[in-house]
């Protein structure tokens, strides 16, 4: 019989292992335990410790802000200690931050997405912590697509805070496995003890016992949603095309008024993309450059996400709106950003070759080798089997 799920916040504090500590947080209020409770409210409420200050990455604690959106430090309304912004004028704690602190804690809801700011939160604050002497607690918990990694590792030159990590776009690692994973390869010298999930295995599929999602990011509303989050990243450097972000489905559709959304559903299903699917959904986007239009559209969904090659999907998206549409619709459109997809995809390989025209296989052929060396490496420092 399958044992209760549990996240890492739960398992740490049965073990008892933080009594008498000062406690400091880098969280939000996605981060729940079993019973629903935020991380933050379960270590405020535990007798023997004392939480003293909370850290805050992109989106801020309460994950209000919009993306790119500066996030300013406070103080908490309820228990008035300090929120210290690690997205602003500070990427990282200081040493004054850490000073007093026993144990700094780190817990949130990641994506397992290079360009998704999180990860690149926990490297700066575990570079900290290694310099300060602080000791490190990562309460685990899941990502959802924790089998399959995919896409370019991020190349010299086109390092930031949307890929800050030598990792491929899609690394198939929860948060305490990343965790370990960026202490080795930055040899930091480190306090770091991973707490793991109970009754946890590898799966793709949210589990009945877990807790509800609460999104991490105004934009990532449902698990279904950071699925496909790196699939139409894209759209954020390509305003010509729409991911529905403030739609009720963002990131699972994606259109624009000038797409022949039916052709472009059968040329990618041509592809044969490792399990996904495309739909019709025509959608009414609240804001972006189409904001109140009724445009052509198509949803994903993912019907195997232990298949699903969600960068593969990506590139197959643009190679399809390419060959159909035309490179200038995409490339040459207002607002268009190429350095910062270049940034997304820690690269300028997969712009370079979209333009060139070669084909989706070809262009994640080319980042296998990378992939194949990481997959040696992540295999050093996963702490779940796949069931």
Avoid at 123 to 143: K, N, S
Avoid at 252 to 257: K, L, M, N, T
């Amino acid at each position: 019989m399958k044992s209760r799920f549990l996240p890492g916040i739960d398992v740490l504090l049965a073990r008892g292992l933080l009594a008498g500590r000062r406690i400091g947080l880098v969280s939000h209020t996605a981060a729940l335990s079993a019973e629903g409770a935020t991380s933050a409210e379960a270590l405020h409420g535990a007798p023997g410790l004392r939480l003293v200050s909370l850290f805050a990455p992109e989106h801020g604690f309460f994950g209000a802000a919009g993306a790119g959106d500066p996030v300013h430090s406070r103080r908490h309304p309820v228990w008035g200690i300090p929120v210290h912004s690690l997205y602003g004028a500070r990427l990282a704690p200081t040493r004054a931050h850490l000073r007093g602190l026993d144990t700094l804690i780190i817990d949130l809801q990641d994506l397992g997405a290079r360009c998704y700011t999180y990860v690149s939160t926990l490297r700066h604050v575990l570079q900290a912590a290694a310099a300060a002497g602080t000791p490190v607690l990562v309460a685990d918990r899941p990502i959802p697509l924790p089998l399959t990694a995919d896409g370019p590792g991020l190349q010299p030159g086109f390092e930031s805070f949307v890929g800050s990590v030598r990792l491929p776009l899609a690394y198939a690692m929860t948060p305490g496995e990343t965790a370990l994973w960026i202490r080795d390869d930055l040899a930091l010298d480190l306090d770091l003890t991973v707490i793991p999930m109970a009754g946890y295995r590898r799966d793709a599929r949210r589990g009945s016992d877990w807790p509800a999602w609460v999104p991490p990011s105004p934009g990532i509303r449902s698990w279904e949603t950071a699925a496909c989050y790196l699939t139409t990243v894209f759209t954020e450097a390509i305003p010509a095309v729409s991911c529905g972000r403030t739609t009720p489905l963002p990131f699972q559709v994606f259109g624009a008024p000038w797409m022949k959304a039916e052709a472009v559903r059968e040329a990618l299903a041509a592809e044969r993309l490792p399990g996904v699917s495309f739909h019709p959904h025509p959608f009414i986007p609240p804001t972006d450059p189409f904001a109140g239009q009724l445009i052509p559209g198509l949803r994903m969904v993912v019907a195997d996400p232990c298949r699903f090659r969600p960068v593969l999907t990506s590139v197959a998206i643009l190679a399809v709106l390419q060959r159909l549409h035309g490179p200038r619709r995409l490339w040459q459109a207002a607002g268009t950003r190429p350095d910062f997809f270049d940034k997304l995809y820690g690269t300028d390989a997969v712009r370079l070759a979209l333009r060139d025209g070669d084909t989706p296989a070809a262009i994640a052929a080319r980042w296998e080798p990378d992939l194949r060396r990481f997959r040696a490496s992540r295999a050093q420092h996963l702490l779940y089997r796949a069931p």
